[in-house]
């Protein structure tokens, strides 16, 4: 669609960081339903991250924090919140690559798949954003 080959290419997991439109987008083939799964915002700096982080707060209360979180071949900080519609979005600021996708190399769950913060929930989505303040240290997937 926009005439460009993607800036990671794995086996189960593709991503294009585009300059015209900029924007950053991934498809993923683990063990989420086939669809959205949410949207992001990537930062270029900590300081950025912390300005964004400041804006959620303003907007809801149901923000969630993670720290050098392992996901999708990155290790990032990020700030999680829902739309009204129940849509996640991410902000977050990638601190560095890495070679698995996850800090679990490999596992055969649903929730694997997923590297949006999970709870516990009646919803049949593997993937969900908890609507308490959670402070998440460490991996997400």
Not at 18 to 38: C, K, V, Y
Not at 81 to 103: C, K, M, R, Y
Request: with cysteine.
């Amino acid at each position: 669609m926009f005439a460009t080959a993607p800036t990671v290419s794995k086996s189960d997991y593709a991503k294009w960081m585009l300059e015209d439109p900029r924007m950053n987008f991934a498809i993923s083939q683990r063990g989420a339903a086939t669809g959205l799964n949410h949207l992001g915002i990537q930062v270029e700096s900590a300081d950025e991250l912390a300005e964004m982080h400041h804006r959620l707060q303003g907007l809801a209360s149901n923000l969630t924090e993670e720290t050098d979180s392992a996901c999708c071949y990155a290790n990032s900080d990020k700030y999680w919140i829902n739309d009204p519609q129940g849509i996640a979005w991410e902000t977050f600021h990638t601190l560095d690559t890495i070679p698995v996708f996850g800090s679990h190399q490999e596992s055969s769950s649903a929730e694997s798949g997923c590297c949006i913060p999970m709870a516990k929930t009646e919803s049949t989505s593997p993937c969900y954003i908890p609507t308490s303040k959670l402070k998440v240290t460490g991996t997400c997937c």
